[in-house]
Structure formats: structure tokens, C-alpha cells
């Protein structure tokens, strides 16, 4: 693609940036049959082509409008596309970058303006989620159904293991996930136990800075993940052999920021060393498998139960992680039920199921009918957010992430 930048975005690392990943993209539209936007509008514009196509408009001296953001804020971030392009395209490098430059030239009303604040300000710190989420169960039964829906069950964790290993990993314990759903790290830890590994949580850890960056406080989220590599980076030099993640969205972003911090002098390195040292939970049991005898003992024997997997679109897409936890849990014994369209996005996306709650409410009905259809005893998960939005249409049909399914005897 020909590119033809103002000068003010040539002069900088963000224009350079994107012209790079511009100049990839040809138009071929094998984008268009994955993205689930397009799928659902069939508007161009609501395409990776279309959003490409307005971001390079941008970039050489079209104003943006209302609409430009409107596309822009439309697009899921799955990354779904970048797995079916042929040519490379980073698109989600691209559309953060757009996202930011539309987001100082178009004004939000008060009330978008007013909600993302109070997404920014609540949601990346436990201490201000956990009241709420009790307020919300007290409040739980006069509530109308389609709000008492979205309120998680009461999760005990259980033990945290005490054991000391030689071996010693680090658990991103983030920021809505502990309230929402405790006993995830906690099985995490219990897992990792059995095979000779102890689990920790540094002290000064939060949020990944996911939520913020991608609502256009860049900063905001680069300053989330400059705490984190503060906290984290000691703990690496006395040992630690990974960053542990069981929420995939938190994984793909941490894994990207070597790339986010790699112009910063003081954090760049480090960030590289953390970025290289992530990895999602599935990543780490099926490195054991032929590296550690107990690995085995993981293994259930003679259940019958039907399992439907649902692969977070920041495991497969972001991480690319494409049937790594599938293969695992076929490996450990479970039963895999088949999921029509399992590249598709259930529609949670972060903060999408709140601002955009239309298209998510429609992707998730899809995806729901796609995972119920073969009549599962569960579904599984890798991401909190993607559970809490399957959870809150999944009728009686239990939603749990799969490492608390390794934590439950046979």
C-alpha cells in the first residue's frame, strides 16, 4: 500500500510505525471472513481493511470525524485478522495507534467521557472492585435478571500452597480477577505444587495496564506496566523462571511490553526480559510434559464428562497460542466437545462488553449457542473476562477456567 504521511506523524516513532505496517497491508480482504464486526454489519468500514484504510486517511491529513471513531471504537481488538493475514499486518499495533491520534481530535460527550473515567478509575484495582462486587450481592435479589446475570457467584479459593520449591514462578494476580474469581491462581498454585513448582505473587503487582491503554490512556496503561516490571524484575533476579499468566488478555499484553517500552531507556531491557519471560498457564504445563515425571499425575482417568473449550481470542489470536490448551486437556484426558466457529470473539474484548453492548450481547448469543449446542457438563476458559461474559448467558452449564479443572480429583 502506497502511504503518503503529514510530516508532523513522518517525524515520529508512532508514524513511522504505522507506515511500516500500512505499506504490508495489499487489500486482499482475507481479513474480511474473520472479523467478527464485519460479520455481523457487513459494512467495509467495519472491517481490519475499512479501519486501515480510515487510519491511513488520518495519517495523511483527512480529519477525522465522529464516525472514523465510531469504526475505530467498533473493532474488538481480537487480532483475529492478523492470524489469517497472508502478508503480516500488525493490525493491532495499527489501531491502537490510530485509536490514540482520533481520540485527541474527536471530543466524547459527557456520558462516554464519564464512563470510560469510571472504567479507568474502578476497574484495574481490587480494592475498589471488591466493594462493589459485594454491594451488588446484597443487592442481588431485587435486582432485574439481566443485571443479577453479570454478578459472579461467590468463589472460595481454598489453600494456598506453603511448600517450598527450588523451583519458583511469579503470578500475575491483576485486578479484577481476584474478586471476581479467586480460585483460579489459587488452583493455579495448587497445580503447579504438584509438580515441584511454588507460584508467587510479587508484592506491588497490579493491574497489566490492558484496560487503560486500550481506552486511549496510553500513558495511563504504560505507567501500569512500568509498576509492574518494578515489581517483578528483583524477583526475577533471585530466580524466578517466569511471569505465570491465567488471563490471556493480561498475557498478551505483557507479552507486548518489550514492544510498548522498547524506545524507553530506562525500562526498555527490562521489559524485553519480562516480555521473554511470560507465558500463559498452558504454555507452562505443556512445557512439563516431557521435562517433569510428575507431569502424569495430572492425568484423570475414566470420565465421561463432554467439554467445551472456548479459546480466548487474546490466547489464539494475540498469543498465538493456536490449540495449545485443546491439545493439552485432550492430553490430560479430558473430552472435547467440536465448537463451530471457535476463532470467532465471544464478544467480552475487555471493556467492549460495556461500551459496545450490542455487538457484544450479539456475538455472545452466537457464541453460547455454538458451545451449548453439543450439550457439554462444562465449559472451559482462559480468560476472566471471556468467563464472566459466557457465565452470565450460560444457564445451568457451569463456565470455569480449565486449570481449576486440573485442580479437582477424578
Not at 155 to 183: E, F, I, K
Request: proline share 6%; with cysteine.
Amino acid at each position: 500500500m502506497q502511504t503518503s504521511l503529514l510530516e508532523k506523524y513522518k517525524a515520529t516513532e508512532l508514524g513511522a510505525q504505522a507506515e511500516q505496517i500500512l505499506r504490508k497491508c495489499v487489500h486482499c480482504g482475507f481479513c474480511l471472513a474473520t472479523c467478527p464486526t464485519y460479520d455481523l454489519l457487513g459494512n467495509e468500514l467495519d472491517s481490519p481493511r475499512g479501519r486501515i484504510y480510515q487510519i491511513k486517511q488520518v495519517l495523511e491529513g483527512v480529519e477525522p470525524t465522529k464516525s472514523t471513531q465510531l469504526h475505530l471504537d467498533r473493532c474488538l481488538t481480537c487480532r483475529n485478522c492478523e492470524t489469517t493475514c497472508p502478508s503480516g499486518v500488525e493490525y493491532g499495533h495499527l489501531v491502537d495507534a490510530g485509536r490514540g491520534i482520533v481520540e485527541e481530535s474527536v471530543p466524547r460527550s459527557p456520558a462516554q467521557r464519564a464512563l470510560r473515567w469510571s472504567m479507568r478509575k474502578v476497574l484495574p484495582f481490587s480494592a475498589r472492585v471488591q466493594p462493589l462486587l459485594k454491594l451488588g450481592r446484597l443487592f442481588s435479589p431485587v435486582l432485574p435478571q439481566q443485571l443479577k446475570s453479570h454478578i459472579p457467584p461467590v468463589q472460595h479459593a481454598g489453600d494456598w500452597p506453603t511448600t517450598q520449591h527450588t523451583r519458583r514462578m511469579l503470578v500475575l494476580d491483576g485486578c479484577v480477577q481476584p474478586s471476581m474469581a479467586p480460585a483460579i491462581n489459587a488452583s493455579t498454585a495448587r497445580v503447579l505444587n504438584r509438580l515441584d513448582i511454588q507460584l508467587v505473587v510479587a508484592k506491588n503487582a497490579g493491574c497489566c495496564g490492558a484496560l487503560s491503554y486500550h481506552l486511549n490512556a496510553q500513558d495511563e496503561g504504560l505507567a501500569f506496566a512500568k509498576a509492574n516490571i518494578d515489581a517483578w524484575y528483583s524477583e526475577i533476579e533471585q530466580g524466578a523462571e517466569a511471569i505465570v499468566m491465567t488471563a490471556s488478555g493480561c498475557g498478551v499484553f505483557v507479552k507486548e511490553y518489550a514492544h510498548m517500552l522498547k524506545d524507553d531507556p530506562q525500562y526498555a531491557a527490562k521489559a524485553q526480559k519480562i516480555s521473554d519471560l511470560c507465558k500463559d498457564i498452558s504454555e507452562i504445563i505443556a512445557a512439563e510434559e516431557d521435562a517433569n515425571p510428575k507431569f502424569s499425575e495430572l492425568k484423570r482417568n475414566g470420565s465421561d464428562d463432554t467439554l467445551a473449550f472456548h479459546p480466548p481470542c487474546t490466547l489464539q489470536h494475540g498469543q498465538k497460542q493456536l490449540g495449545t490448551t485443546e491439545v493439552l486437556l485432550q492430553k490430560l484426558g479430558f473430552k472435547l466437545a467440536p465448537v463451530k466457529d471457535a476463532h470467532f470473539c465471544c464478544g467480552s474484548a475487555g471493556t467492549y462488553s460495556i461500551t459496545q453492548k450490542s455487538l457484544s450481547q450479539k456475538l455472545l448469543k452466537r457464541k453460547i449457542t455454538s458451545l451449548l449446542k453439543s450439550k457439554p457438563q462444562q465449559i472451559a476458559t482462559a480468560n476472566i473476562g471471556c468467563l464472566l461474559h459466557l457465565q452470565s448467558a450460560a444457564g445451568d452449564t457451569p463456565v470455569v477456567h480449565w486449570i481449576q479443572l486440573l485442580d479437582q480429583p477424578d
